[in-house]
């Protein structure tokens, strides 16, 4: 139909005026013909001029975003679409493209519906050519919801796996007390079998009170121990969302820095070159960095508590360092703390280990699977008397990945 219209429209001056009211419909048509079939794709698309002003969208792209002023009215073509844009991050990042001039490059994000569920959308920048010469560009809203919805579903899939050994240890940890009521409850037993065959006599005073009360500290200690095993069989009730962790470490940071200047402990942030984002659950990545921190602290407290701070010229230290490697978004923690050797550090992420006095042994169980539940991996490196190095991996997502390269360059 184009090529029909470009080569009627060359010789319209010799066209009736009822050919040119025909030439005309047939355009109309083949207008509507393609709104038709831009509302019925499944992809949002927005298209801008070079200045970014927009020129055209479809129904599925105004139904992903939220604009400011509608579509159609005259406001919506007489500035840049960011100005528009109810999202602030969305904006922000169509703004730089503009910006920095981009014409090929790709980010996800997520977004709050009105009913307060979480949407994924991947925003696509193309460029838009008229005859070899750039006129503007294509903005593709895909909704990725589902596809990132069934990645966590298998993650949290993989993650049951992990309750048969909390499992088995519940059932060690059970045992014990089990056993001590077992004996104490016999003891009883023989007590008042042998009073009986004595004419009644009663145990001396406070014999049977003082089984008792053991008794009860068991029944006690089996109640924490159920109540630590839900906690830690629970599933994470992550909101994964796409965050920048730099800032949330730093956000942590501001909450715990007062108590460690306090304990004479130096607190050092290295951020990453180039800001990204990975998929996580902000409090609960908060949760984590609070841990490993208090871990820290309290491995340099022990180490620097048996030496005297004006003698020593050493003091303690405490750095986090990120970084983006290839696909992977890095988080090192860092401390000169007492460290640990090499059983110690198997068994770090076990139930209910723990070397603190007071520990529950379930910190660090939560921590891995938290990060479990962001797809992330978890390694330690320590040394007793030197110190520990907690790096945390997790997936970049491939657009920030490709989007990193193209700053790069």
């Not at 079939?37 to 939220?66: C, H, K, P, R, W």
């Not at 703390?337 to 723990?354: A, D, L, Q, R």
Request: charged content about 25%; proline content about 3%.
């Amino acid at each position: 139909m184009r090529g029909y219209v470009k080569r009627v429209s060359k010789k319209a001056a010799k066209l009736s005026k009822e050919q040119l009211l025909s030439l005309l419909n047939d355009v109309v048509d083949e207008n509507e013909s393609l709104y038709s079939i831009l509302d019925s794709i499944s992809t949002g698309i927005i298209i801008v001029d070079n200045e970014f002003y927009l020129q055209q969208t479809n129904t599925i792209a105004e139904s992903n975003l939220s604009f400011t002023v509608h579509t159609d009215e005259l406001k919506a073509f007489s500035c840049p679409i960011w100005e528009i844009l109810e999202d602030e991050e969305i904006a922000s990042y169509i703004k730089m493209c503009a910006d920095k001039n981009l014409t090929n490059c790709s980010e996800d994000f997520t977004i709050e519906t009105p009913g307060g569920s979480v949407r994924f959308l991947t925003i696509t920048m193309t460029p838009l050519m008229h005859h070899t010469k750039l006129t503007g560009r294509i903005i593709l809203v895909r909704d990725v919801t589902e596809k990132k919805n069934r990645e966590i579903l298998l993650h949290r899939m993989e993650n049951l796996a992990n309750l048969t050994n909390l499992a088995a240890g519940m059932a060690h940890e059970i045992k014990n007390p089990l056993g001590a009521i077992s004996i104490h409850i016999q003891l009883i037993q023989k007590a008042l079998a042998k009073a009986r065959e004595n004419n009644d006599i009663l145990p001396p005073p406070k014999f049977a009170e003082d089984h008792i009360t053991v008794v009860n500290e068991e029944i006690d200690h089996l109640n924490k121990l159920v109540m630590d095993f839900l906690l830690a069989v629970r599933p994470v009730k992550a909101k994964l969302e796409l965050k920048d962790p730099a800032k949330i470490i730093q956000n942590a940071i501001d909450f715990f820095e007062a108590e460690f200047n306090k304990n004479n402990i130096e607190i050092s942030f290295e951020q990453p070159t180039q800001s990204a984002k990975i998929l996580l659950d902000e409090k609960l990545m908060r949760d984590i960095i609070i841990n490993i921190a208090q871990n820290s602290q309290a491995a340099i407290k022990s180490k620097f508590e048996k030496q005297d701070f004006s003698e020593s010229k050493e003091s303690g230290k405490f750095g986090i360092q990120c970084k983006t490697k290839e696909n992977k978004y890095i988080i090192n923690f860092t401390d000169n703390g007492c460290g640990m050797n090499s059983e110690v550090i198997s068994k770090i992420f076990e139930p209910y280990y723990t070397t603190k006095a007071n520990g529950t042994g379930l910190g660090m169980t939560m921590v891995y699977k938290i990060i479990k539940e962001f797809s992330g991996e978890i390694f330690v490196e320590s040394e007793v008397g030197t110190g520990t190095t907690i790096c945390l991996v997790f997936p970049l997502p491939q657009n920030d990945k490709k989007l990193l390269a193209m700053e790069g360059n």
